[in-house]
């Protein structure tokens, strides 16, 4: 697909998030998460062809600084389960962390947010350390 098109095809998924998504949105935004900086419904490129075309996935949330993706997943992903693991092994491929989480998973969105932080770096872990020390 060409650039042009992809930008078109992404700002349709931004502009229809599902309430799911929404939700899960209203706690990275604005780098809530340990101050990390969570981007929505963007598109990763992994690829471009010699015609110009582009290979890309659009992640529900992405964040740079970690290479980690976040992907909820509605009930179609019970019949996609192929396509999704196909996906998710090209994205690691290129040194990225995929979880995925049943939309069903959002009940439970403090344990749904730890186990997102427990995949940030242990740099993250060491500086909270040293900050609580240094305010004592």
Same mark, same amino acid.
């Given at each position: 697909?060409?650039?042009?098109?992809?930008?078109?095809?992404?700002?349709?998924?931004?502009?229809?998030?599902?309430?799911?998504?929404?939700?899960?949105?209203?706690?990275?935004?604005?780098?809530?998460?340990?101050?990390?900086?969570?981007?929505?419904?963007?598109?990763?490129?992994? !690829?471009?062809?010699?015609?110009?075309?582009?290979?890309?996935?659009?992640?529900?949330?992405?964040?740079?600084? !970690?290479?980690?993706?976040?992907?909820?997943?509605?009930?179609?992903?019970?019949?996609?389960?192929?396509?999704?693991?196909?996906?998710? !092994?090209?994205?690691?491929?290129?040194?990225?962390?995929?979880?995925?989480?049943?939309?069903?998973?959002?009940?439970?969105?403090?344990?749904?947010?730890?186990?997102?932080?427990?995949?940030?770096?242990?740099?993250?872990?060491?500086?909270?350390?040293?900050?609580?020390?240094?305010?004592?």
């Amino acid at each position: 697909m060409k650039y042009a098109k992809i930008k078109v095809f992404v700002n349709r998924l931004r502009n229809n998030m599902t309430p799911e998504e929404e939700i899960l949105w209203t706690k990275l935004r604005g780098r809530q998460l340990l101050g990390r900086k969570f981007v929505r419904q963007t598109a990763y490129i992994y !690829e471009k062809n010699i015609t110009g075309d582009y290979y890309f996935f659009v992640p529900d949330f992405y964040c740079r600084e !970690e290479k980690l993706v976040i992907e909820l997943d509605g009930k179609i992903h019970d019949y996609q389960k192929a396509r999704d693991y196909r996906r998710d !092994e090209i994205l690691k491929q290129h040194g990225l962390k995929v979880l995925r989480f049943k939309n069903e998973e959002l009940q439970d969105i403090n344990q749904l947010l730890e186990r997102i932080k427990a995949e940030f770096s242990d740099q993250e872990m060491r500086f909270r350390r040293v900050r609580k020390k240094e305010q004592k």
